[in-house]
């Protein structure tokens, strides 16, 4: 393997994009060159002549193949490894992006155990900082920052990462090609760590944008404005988002635009199995998972809401179940596979929630509509929202669509 390269710069500038001043600094992390597809074993390709090559390859010699076919013995097991591999054939994914979601896991299963062995590792409790919104961060939120950052880096894919635990977008120096933008939250939950509850990783890969190319590496400040706008794109650009729990079992589930694919963990074999192909959120679901505490601090719309969900007049005597673990990736995967509806609105203290957009709303919303469900700020589509900065909040109702449609026939009135 070719040196490791690492070079650290900062600078104050302007995010162009939103005309709004914020502070930004460009840090460049370790990359090894050429390591081709090395988390993963996809093949590498150079550009995209070649990559189309790759892709037009495959699929001359490897289309049958793409299709599921029969298990022929009990031992076969369809991994992670596996799909991405036949989604490259197929030419949904190139060999790149499909290089970047195999670090990704790479990452969740390094945190898996890292989760799983806290309380026997020292590893529970606060590292005493505070991350750019103010929150304390725990060791596993610093130790978890810093697992993607090296596995995105290490997959010679990644040109731009932007993490909740980062102040500022981080560029990857010396990718090798590919590019790709990965926004994420490392340890999605935290507060939950120390009792033992689930939390999980939340992701979102965006192409770089075409108006700001990321390879102006002498002009630290430009680069700076190039990355903040290559992050801030909206849900709507996704090319893939996923996350994954951290709980009785670790189950990653992601999504490419073509529908919603989960993994199980196998701790025998090391490798994420498909244990849930095409994942569809029923269309109605009568769970609700909203912090209550916060009723009094609602305007009179979503009050207004929350009281009808509990009226047993209005639902034949059975009104909903409430079900809030407090982590938002454990409350959506239930909601993803029994229905309902998740909601983090904005209050009389902060009228945006407290929900990231980036790396919180926008990539689950896009999971929610891949699996036939919706995802809405209770005004809009979340994956319509123009991010104006790394960290913005914005209110969220996810779940099944009837639900939320329901939801906005409160929300929208207003
Ligand atoms: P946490 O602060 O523990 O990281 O966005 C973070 C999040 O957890 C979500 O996972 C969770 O759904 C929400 O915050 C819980 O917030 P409340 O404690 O205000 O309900």
Redesign the pocket.
């Known amino acids: 393997m070719a040196a490791t390269m690492l070079r650290t710069s900062t600078q104050s500038g302007i995010a162009a994009k939103s005309g709004r001043k914020e502070a930004v600094s460009v840090r460049a992390v370790a990359q090894p060159q050429r390591q081709a597809g090395a988390a993963s074993g996809f093949a590498a390709s150079s550009g995209a002549a070649a990559r189309r090559s790759v892709v037009a390859q495959a699929t001359a010699v490897a289309t049958p193949a793409a299709k599921p076919a029969a298990k022929t013995s009990q031992y076969e097991l369809f991994t992670l490894t596996t799909w991405l591999l036949k989604e490259e054939m197929k030419g949904t994914i190139d060999g790149e992006l499909a290089t970047v979601i195999s670090s990704v896991s790479l990452a969740c299963k390094q945190i898996a155990s890292l989760v799983n062995r806290a309380g026997i590792s020292n590893l529970t409790g606060v590292a005493g900082n505070q991350n750019v919104q103010g929150?304390d961060q725990k060791k596993l939120?610093v130790v978890s920052n810093e697992v993607f950052k090296n596995c995105l880096a290490s997959c010679g894919r990644t040109g731009v990462i932007a993490s909740?635990e980062e102040d500022q977008p981080v560029a990857v120096e010396e990718t090798y090609s590919g590019n790709y933008i990965v926004v994420f939250?490392p340890?999605?939950?935290?507060?939950?760590i120390d009792a033992g509850i689930s939390?999980?990783s939340i992701f979102g890969i965006y192409e770089p944008s075409e108006e700001c190319p990321i390879d102006a590496m002498d002009d630290p400040q430009k680069m700076m404005e190039q990355c903040v706008m290559n992050v801030c794109q909206p849900g709507s650009r996704l090319k893939c988002a996923g996350y994954c729990l951290y709980s009785s079992s670790t189950v990653m589930v992601l999504t490419i635009g073509n529908g919603v694919f989960g993994f199980t963990l196998d701790p025998m074999v090391g490798e994420f199995v498909l244990t849930h192909p095409n994942v569809q959120i029923p269309e109605v679901g009568k769970i609700y998972s909203f912090?209550e505490?916060?009723y009094g601090l609602w305007d009179d719309s979503v009050k207004a809401y929350m009281d009808s969900l509990k009226d047993p007049k209005k639902w034949d005597g059975k009104p909903y179940s409430a079900r809030?673990?407090?982590?938002?990736?454990?409350?959506f995967h239930r909601t993803l596979l029994y229905g309902g509806i998740?909601g983090?609105p904005g209050d009389a203290k902060n009228k945006n929630g407290?929900?990231?957009l980036l790396y919180?709303c926008a990539p689950m919303s896009f999971i929610a509509e891949q699996a036939g469900g919706a995802g809405s700020t209770g005004t809009e589509r979340v994956l319509d929202v123009n991010p104006e900065k790394v960290h913005q909040r914005v209110p969220l109702f996810i779940g099944s669509k009837k639900e939320v449609e329901y939801l906005e026939s409160f929300t929208k009135k207003h």
């Open positions: 929150e939120d909740e939250d340890l999605d939950g935290s507060s939950n939390v999980g912090n505490g916060n809030y673990i407090g982590s938002l990736v454990g409350d998740y983090y407290k929900l990231r919180e």
